[in-house]
């Protein structure tokens, strides 16, 4: 990239960062300690303003920058990401929304733990919680590297690790001092930043074909490389019956995942009723349906205009698509339009990035405090008593710092991975641990804690245990470690296989304990759950 590139996006990167630190400056100054406050904002955000705020909190780097990245490799097989992560709302919005927001407090914990003995509970569903952030914030790790690599140059290796590590530290800074106040708010600027920048781009790539949307299917394929072959299904999942039932998995981990995702379930928390929470999910459908019907026209505008081999020669993975389709639309590398627009989405795409990985870290850290140190350190967490609200808010903080930590370690070594395809690991990891578990807990009068345990890491072991022994980690030229080959498991996505286990383990769990299922606690729950009487 010239230089014009560089200063202009590197200008707009510290003016959104000096904005969000603004926001959490002053959500730092509206803050009073409580739990409550730090970890649900004070349950005072209107349903509009929480769905804008889980519309940025979903609408990631692997959504603007992996999605589009996909679909113009490998046109329709890309496709699978955006009508997944689409649909998994229905998921959230018909089973989950309302009945989580009555049942719980701030995390997945309280609301297995409602009807269960509170410490093995906490403790399992907080270590599966803290995994699958920790998962996903790896995503946005090489999301945030794969841009400045493409921004400052192929000798920029030492730069795109500061990047993951500076990211890594503001998004201790946002959640450490601002809560989810500040969480909030960010998100919130994020989501219309990335929806107006989303709406250009869609705009101008019509536009350059007139309008005519088979213009640019036919354009695509013919620049793929691969013809029509491009715009039907198999050039990345139809090849073996192993790509098949890949496809398979990760359909199942998209659809199934969203509704066990920590920082996506924490929001609910923060409006003041079950109906808020419902209609916030109304609200961020109509801004997410419309953000990933637009990535498709992005990702065929990128292979239309841009071509996957250029695509591929900036970053093997894909995912730098959209800012080189900014470049080309404004006008070209040389030209003030391509630069202007090419550093506004390279903003936006870092902005999202921020955003993003602020949620996570506040779940993850929320997980550890609330659930395993108030489980392992004082027999289970307590919100009414002073004290130990400070003790554990304090100990969030830390977390915080501890995940950023860990998140930018495996950020820099899986910085070569596509970031929608390490999302897609992180959602099923979240459907096979978290949502078996949520759902016999709301939906199964006799579930035991021997039970819920056991559903937990029935599904999450195994999630862990397959992607280290798949290809994604050895056996390839494209695996993590590709100098050795542990590779026993032939899918890339372990979802087809740990999301049964996940659920087998619940219910063979129950069945062998000798605990007699609380049939007043899950009469209490039920009625708490479907009327909100009693909901905090």
Known sequence: MTGAHQTLALVLFSVFVAVTLAITTWASRKRHGSAEEFYAGGRLF???E?????????????SFLGI???IALFGY??????VGFLVAWLVVL?????????????????????????????????????????????????GA???????????????????VVGVGALMVIYVSMGGMRATTWIQIVKAVLLMGGAIALTVLVLARFHGDFDQLLRTAAARSGHGSDFLVPG??????????????????????????????????????TARAARRSVVWSIGLIGSFYLMTIVLGFGAAALVGPDAVRGSNAAGNTAVPLLALDLGGGEDSTGGTVLFAIVAAVAFATILAVVAGITLASSASVAHDLYASLRRGGPDGKRGGRQWSEVAVARVAAAGVGVLAIGLGLLARDLNVAFLVGLAFAVAASANLPVLLYSLFWRGFTTRGAVWSVYGGLVPALVLVVLSPVVSGSAASLFPGVDFQYFPL?????????????????GTVTSREEPDEAKHAETEVRALTGAGAV
């Not at 769905?51 to 780097?61: E, K, L, R, T, V």
């Not at 590297?145 to 990047?163: H, I, K, N």
């Not at 192993?242 to 066990?260: K, M, N, W």
């Open 492 to 508: 890339e996505n372990p979802g087809l296989v740990s999301i049964p286990l996940g659920f087998l383990a619940g219910w063979l």
């Open 235 to 272: 050039l990345k999942y139809g090849g073996s019956w192993t790509a098949r039932f890949d496809f398979i998995s990760l359909g199942l981990a998209l659809v199934l995942g969203t509704a066990g995702l920590p920082h996506i379930l924490s929001r609910f928390y923060t409006v003041p």
């Open 94 to 142: 018909f089973l989950v929304a309302e009945l989580v927001r009555n049942c719980g407090r701030f995390t997945l914990a309280d609301v297995v733990a409602a009807r269960m003995r509170e410490r093995p509970v906490r403790i399992a569903a907080g270590t599966s919680s803290v995994t699958v952030s920790v998962l996903y914030l790896v995503a946005q790790m090489v």
């Open 46 to 48: 209107s349903p509009m």
């Open 145 to 163: 590297g794969s841009l400045v690599a493409l921004l400052l140059g192929e000798a920029s290796g030492a730069a795109q690790s500061w990047t």
């Open 50 to 62: 929480n769905g804008f705020a889980i519309a940025g909190d979903y609408m990631s780097a692997a």
């Open 77 to 82: 097989d890309g496709l699978l990401y955006s």
């Open 68 to 70: 589009s990245g996909l």
